[in-house]
């Protein structure tokens, strides 16, 4: 009899875990994922959220700053804040792209702009350790996994071209690690990779295989903190396992993979690629693979899925129409092949400023599945360095919307890019004016920013909902009324259609869908009947995004 209700009380328990396990699948209702038709969203960690003001001020970092060129206080914990909110998922966003969170150089340049901290990122001290402005690797963990939760995947920033500008603070690496000179010229492919990027701001020698010492200031650094012997050890392993020299490149891909294996993020932003020789990023890349394979499996319960770690590199001012082969002037270069997954297109906000959506869309399609089949490119019309944006004066905010969301390829939304953000903040100097901080008061009160907002919401649900618009094979339907086409990507099918002048629309769906299907608008939230091969419906919006009613 025990042996009875010992087996029925274990039948039962088999039964509720598995109703448990469905109702989770259920409920996250997973989607499938691929990089080359993510949403992404860039910020500045300083920038964008400050969800722990006891953090605003670390090291001393005190001198009064140029506008905009000091730390403002956003942190890993606002981001997260913003994730545990919805923000993102109301948004469509489905990938989190983060500038470098490592510490820091302490002290402050003065380069003429007035004096600046390294708010940005851009100018390590230490990558083994995350800035005190920026917050802890606690903090880190828990955006990750809070991230995850809801299907959003956490790209970092990797720099390993150079090391932070020499301060009063921050003394210059030594020799074997950098050069201090001759500075970039950028006319032919030495002189873009052998030198510095700007005066005062060491050029890790990534050529060399030379064996080298840890830095001094590093040794002195860590033996303070107390995480010597460990650091060390783990350099020690590093090597041993990889049998690469110890050269200066590769210890800085051992620090910058360990952000994979303890955080488990998913992806690298990786800067200033062209400034670099490609066969660095190819070694990089195989030990970016191997550490996430490790995260997967020392961490079976913490993987989203099967997709790969991904590589996206800033070649500066690569374009689309230059496929795989980046010119230098004297030679190409392809940085694709072995290496990144994708690069960022600095050509689509001039394709959108000189062709209309319908031309775009079809270049855009064609040149990714011919000379970049296989590959992706990630496309942006504002970003944190590029003083031309598509929109400086924030007067397109729909248009940008419309034109970043559905041109086929991977886009990027520059934080407040979808709340028009101010672009043209005075008084600051260069690229401080992109950097102001995020303006969630407009964002929670402002009217016309609730509008704006709303639109972006929408283009980014439908896109994450739907893997085809930016990974589909796209289809002109129409270009009379209205710009109509049509997105498929194996099962999943839409019809998007753009700028109609007359609200009482009529759209031909015959090559996507059948009569008597039901249909949905999820702009306008219509329920729609196919009729005829067709749908006929009243809109107060110019854009419709038909998608098959699952409800």
């Not at 620090?255 to 020789?277: N, S």
């Not at 996206?312 to 230098?328: L, R």
């Amino acid at each position: 009899m025990k042996k009875l209700i010992l087996a029925c009380f274990l039948f039962v328990a088999l039964i509720s875990c598995q109703e448990k396990k469905a109702d989770k699948i259920e409920k996250n209702e997973i989607k499938e994922f691929v990089w080359e038709g993510a949403n992404i969203y860039f910020l500045l960690t300083d920038r964008f959220n400050n969800g722990d003001t006891t953090n605003d001020i670390s090291y001393d970092r005190t001198k009064e700053t140029g506008t905009l060129r000091g730390f403002e206080g956003g942190d890993i914990k606002g981001i997260t804040q913003k994730i545990k909110e919805g923000y993102f998922t109301d948004l469509g966003i489905n990938a989190i792209w983060m500038t470098p969170i490592v510490e820091q150089i302490h002290g402050a340049t003065d380069e003429g702009t007035g004096v600046s901290y390294g708010y940005h990122g851009y100018w390590a001290k230490d990558w083994t350790n995350i800035d005190s402005n920026y917050g802890t690797k606690e903090d880190l963990k828990e955006l990750v996994a809070e991230a995850h939760k809801k299907g959003i995947r956490i790209l970092l920033d990797a720099v390993i071209n150079h090391t932070g500008p020499v301060t009063e603070k921050d003394s210059v690496w030594p020799s074997s690690w950098v050069r201090t000179e001759p500075q970039c010229q950028y006319s032919n492919y030495e002189n873009t990779i052998t030198c510095t990027l700007v005066k005062n701001l060491p050029d890790i020698k990534t050529e060399s295989n030379e064996n080298v010492a840890l830095p001094p200031l590093l040794v002195a650094k860590w033996k303070d903190e107390g995480r010597y012997e460990q650091e060390v050890k783990e350099l020690d392993a590093f090597f041993e396992r990889t049998g690469h020299p110890r050269a200066p490149r590769f210890y800085i891909m051992k620090w910058l993979t360990d952000y994979i294996t303890e955080f488990g993020i998913d992806g690298y932003r990786v800067d200033t690629v062209k400034h670099t020789e490609e066969f660095v990023w190819q070694e990089f890349k195989a030990e970016c693979d191997y550490a996430f394979e490790m995260f997967k499996k020392n961490n079976p319960d913490k993987v989203l899925d099967d997709t790969n770690f991904y590589l996206v590199g800033e070649v500066y001012n690569y374009a689309i129409s230059h496929g795989k082969a980046f010119p230098f002037g004297d030679k190409n270069v392809n940085y694709f092949d072995n290496a990144f997954n994708s690069l960022i297109n600095f050509e689509i906000k001039w394709n959108a400023k000189q062709m209309d959506e319908g031309a775009v869309f079809h270049k855009y399609y064609s040149i990714l599945n011919t000379n970049l089949k296989g590959y992706g490119v990630l496309n942006y019309m504002t970003s944190h360095d590029d003083g031309q944006p598509f929109d400086k004066e924030r007067a397109m905010p729909y248009k940008t919307a419309t034109m970043l969301l559905l041109t086929p390829g991977t886009s990027q939304v520059y934080y407040g890019d979808e709340s028009a953000r101010d672009l043209t903040i005075e008084g600051t100097v260069g690229d401080a004016t992109l950097r102001s901080f995020m303006n969630w008061d407009a964002v929670q009160s402002d009217e016309t920013t609730g509008k704006i907002l709303t639109h972006w919401q929408k283009l980014g649900q439908f896109r994450a909902n739907h893997m085809a618009v930016g990974a589909g094979k796209h289809k002109l339907i129409s270009h009379e009324d209205g710009l109509v086409f049509s997105r498929v990507r194996n099962d999943d099918k839409v019809v998007i259609g753009i700028n109609f002048n007359n609200r009482n629309i009529t759209i031909d769906v015959s090559s996507v869908f059948k009569n008597g299907d039901e249909l949905k608008d999820f702009y306008s939230n219509q329920t729609l009947i196919v009729k005829n091969g067709k749908v006929t419906f009243n809109s107060e919006f110019d854009t419709v995004l038909l998608e098959k009613n699952n409800e």
